[in-house]
């Protein structure tokens, strides 16, 4: 049997974008935009264009310049609104005006102060008004977790019999429980008339961390649009999570229901939001969280290193993700010290390997999470001794405002030494650039993390660098007060590992 299609419509740009100080301009917001089409979702709601000249202008542009997913602006049931949003949508390939208004007790008598006859009359105007312009509308019930649902059910059978081809059923503030809201949408499928000439959808936010649940026990019921954000950012506590309900969608293949999401994509649209909107993500989270596959008690190392699958029900790969983290901390165990211990190249018997483990368990008693080069001490080696072919002998960084960032560098590279100078786009830049000069491999760096150890000017930072070669990620380490030298070291430490498994 042939699986159904989830649409999946991404309100980033609009919902999400209205959290506090998160903000975009209109290249951020086309920047995204590519993204998300590249991603594979179906809808992009791009903005509210009455709201503010510049989202309007976000509407105009980003219409301009995508092609495959649908152009969605949103809008009040006010003629204006949906005049302003209609003319925005003009460059537009496939556009859709979402237009709507609250059905909840609340929303009609506190809110409105207006009556369920009025409200069902503005909804049919809207609909029809905003058909005029374009042929794709999606109405919304704003507030229906907490309407009536023989009271919704009228609007939404009005609003489709005006022309809605989408029905929105949000549960604007978090309330519902999953079983009320599936039984909800389940309750529209049944007792509306007309309801097979749209297409339903959810809009959950997570007001009491329900969010995706409510929206995936939607989709079981019988919704076939999902509305979503990148890493569930949104209004207060965010909306649904895009890349979890797609996970889950992927994950569970008994649902027969897909979505045309390329999951690859996934971490990295996530970071490019998390960058663009300063908005970190937090550790735990779904998907996309720095510890959604990271793996620290000696148990689940153990399994995971036997076989992935003992504690990973997603290989991290599928969403773009190199691979899954052996943290080692107090907790782990012997599997995890050689495997990481291995990485590095370093090989033991299992006396030495348990002498080892005597002292990491030493020294990890003392710090939160041991890094590479702990293990490099323990193993034997100091920071600046590590064994390798390459060591960066000398370092010279000319650089400042009105200047091109020029640097040069002396390699030992077994035993001889080797120099290079080189411009940049920063001292770092200039550095790097410099190192690959001499040593004429092509690789792509995948991660430059640079970490505080101490607080004030003389602050020692610890370099973090993975590499990329033929498919291949390297990994570097380095600590100094000079986060330039730090960063080359680091650079140099993965390049060794590099130039000693390709040859010289």
């Given at each position: 049997?042939?699986?159904?299609?989830?649409?999946?419509f991404?309100?980033?740009?609009?919902?999400?974008?209205?959290?506090?100080?998160?903000?975009?301009?209109t290249?951020?917001?086309?920047?995204?935009?590519?993204?998300?089409e590249?991603?594979?979702?179906d809808?992009?709601?791009?903005?509210?264009?009455i709201s503010?000249?510049?989202?309007f202008?976000?509407?105009?542009?980003?219409?301009?310049?995508?092609?495959?997913?649908?152009?969605?602006?949103?809008?009040?049931?006010?003629?204006?609104?949906?005049?302003?949003?209609?003319?925005?949508?003009?460059?537009?390939?496939?556009?859709?005006?979402?237009?709507?208004?609250?059905?909840?007790?609340?929303?009609?008598?506190?809110?409105?102060?207006?009556?369920?006859?009025?409200?069902?009359?503005?909804?049919?105007?809207?609909?029809?008004?905003?058909?005029?312009?374009?042929?794709?509308?999606?109405?919304?019930?704003?507030?229906?977790?907490?309407?009536?649902?023989?009271?919704?059910?009228?609007?939404?059978?009005?609003?489709i019999?005006?022309?809605?081809?989408?029905?929105?059923?949000?549960?604007?503030?978090?309330y519902?429980?999953?079983?009320?809201?599936?039984?909800?949408?389940?309750?529209?499928?049944?007792?509306?008339?007309?309801?097979?000439?749209?297409?339903?959808?959810?809009?959950?936010?997570?007001?009491?961390?329900?969010?995706?649940?409510?929206?995936?026990?939607?989709?079981?019921?019988?919704?076939?649009?999902?509305?979503?954000?990148?890493?569930?950012i949104?209004?207060?506590?965010?909306?649904?999570?895009?890349?979890?309900?797609?996970?889950?969608?992927?994950?569970?293949?008994?649902?027969?229901?897909?979505?045309r999401?390329?999951?690859?994509?996934?971490?990295?649209?996530?970071?490019?939001?998390?960058?663009?909107?300063?908005m970190?993500v937090?550790?735990?989270?779904?998907?996309?969280g720095r510890?959604?596959?990271?793996?620290?008690?000696?148990?689940?190392?153990?399994?995971v290193?036997?076989?992935?699958?003992?504690?990973?029900?997603?290989?991290p790969?599928?969403?773009?993700?190199?691979?899954?983290?052996?943290?080692?901390?107090?907790?782990?165990?012997?599997?995890?010290?050689?495997?990481?211990l291995?990485?590095?190249?370093?090989?033991?018997?299992?006396?030495?390997?348990?002498?080892?483990?005597?002292?990491?368990?030493e020294?990890?008693?003392?710090?939160?999470?041991?890094?590479?080069?702990d293990?490099k001490?323990?193993?034997?080696?100091?920071?600046?001794?590590?064994?390798?072919?390459?060591?960066?002998?000398?370092l010279?960084?000319?650089?400042g405002?009105?200047?091109?960032?020029?640097?040069?560098?002396?390699i030992?590279?077994?035993?001889?030494?080797?120099?290079?100078?080189?411009?940049?786009?920063?001292p770092?830049?200039?550095?790097?650039?410099?190192?690959?000069?001499?040593?004429?491999?092509?690789?792509?760096?995948e991660?430059?993390?640079?970490?505080?150890?101490?607080?004030?000017?003389?602050?020692?930072?610890?370099?973090?660098m993975?590499?990329?070669?033929?498919?291949?990620?390297?990994?570097?380490?380095?600590?100094?007060?000079?986060?330039?030298?730090?960063?080359?070291?680091?650079?140099?430490?993965?390049?060794?590992?590099v130039?000693?498994?390709?040859?010289?």
């Amino acid at each position: 049997m042939a699986k159904e299609q989830v649409f999946i419509f991404d309100t980033t740009l609009r919902d999400g974008e209205q959290v506090p100080g998160c903000q975009l301009n209109t290249i951020e917001k086309i920047e995204v935009a590519r993204a998300l089409e590249e991603l594979g979702v179906d809808i992009i709601e791009a903005g509210f264009p009455i709201s503010s000249p510049g989202d309007f202008n976000s509407v105009v542009e980003i219409s301009k310049v995508i092609t495959e997913p649908v152009i969605c602006a949103l809008t009040r049931a006010v003629k204006q609104d949906i005049e302003v949003a209609a003319e925005s949508l003009k460059f537009a390939k496939r556009p859709r005006i979402h237009t709507g208004i609250g059905t909840s007790y609340y929303h009609i008598y506190h809110k409105l102060n207006s009556n369920p006859e009025a409200i069902v009359e503005r909804g049919v105007e809207a609909v029809k008004y905003a058909k005029s312009f374009v042929e794709d509308v999606e109405f919304y019930a704003e507030d229906a977790g907490r309407s009536d649902n023989k009271y919704l059910a009228r609007v939404i059978e009005a609003v489709i019999d005006a022309g809605a081809t989408v029905v929105n059923i949000p549960d604007t503030t978090g309330y519902t429980l999953p079983d009320e809201y599936g039984k909800k949408i389940r309750y529209l499928k049944e007792h509306v008339r007309n309801i097979d000439r749209a297409i339903i959808s959810t809009h959950c936010h997570n007001d009491l961390g329900m969010a995706t649940a409510n929206t995936m026990s939607g989709v079981i019921n019988g919704a076939r649009q999902v509305e979503v954000t990148i890493n569930g950012i949104g209004e207060r506590a965010g909306n649904t999570s895009l890349e979890e309900v797609a996970m889950i969608l992927k994950s569970r293949k008994h649902l027969d229901l897909q979505t045309r999401i390329n999951a690859k994509k996934i971490y990295r649209t996530s970071r490019l939001v998390s960058t663009l909107m300063r908005m970190p993500v937090q550790p735990n989270k779904a998907i996309v969280g720095r510890n959604a596959f990271a793996h620290s008690s000696g148990i689940h190392q153990d399994g995971v290193l036997k076989r992935r699958e003992n504690y990973e029900i997603i290989n991290p790969r599928t969403v773009g993700i190199n691979e899954s983290s052996i943290l080692l901390t107090a907790r782990s165990g012997r599997a995890a010290l050689k495997h990481r211990l291995e990485k590095l190249g370093y090989s033991f018997t299992r006396e030495a390997l348990d002498r080892i483990y005597d002292k990491f368990l030493e020294l990890a008693d003392s710090k939160k999470e041991i890094v590479d080069e702990d293990l490099k001490v323990l193993a034997g080696s100091s920071a600046r001794d590590i064994k390798r072919n390459l060591h960066l002998d000398h370092l010279q960084v000319l650089c400042g405002k009105g200047t091109t960032p020029v640097a040069t560098v002396h390699i030992e590279w077994d035993g001889t030494t080797h120099s290079a100078t080189a411009e940049g786009n920063g001292p770092v830049d200039a550095s790097i650039n410099a190192v690959k000069s001499i040593l004429n491999k092509k690789v792509r760096i995948e991660e430059f993390l640079i970490q505080a150890i101490t607080r004030g000017s003389d602050d020692l930072g610890k370099v973090h660098m993975q590499v990329e070669h033929k498919g291949v990620v390297y990994y570097g380490f380095s600590a100094s007060t000079d986060i330039i030298t730090a960063s080359v070291e680091a650079f140099i430490d993965a390049m060794s590992q590099v130039v000693k498994l390709s040859g010289s």
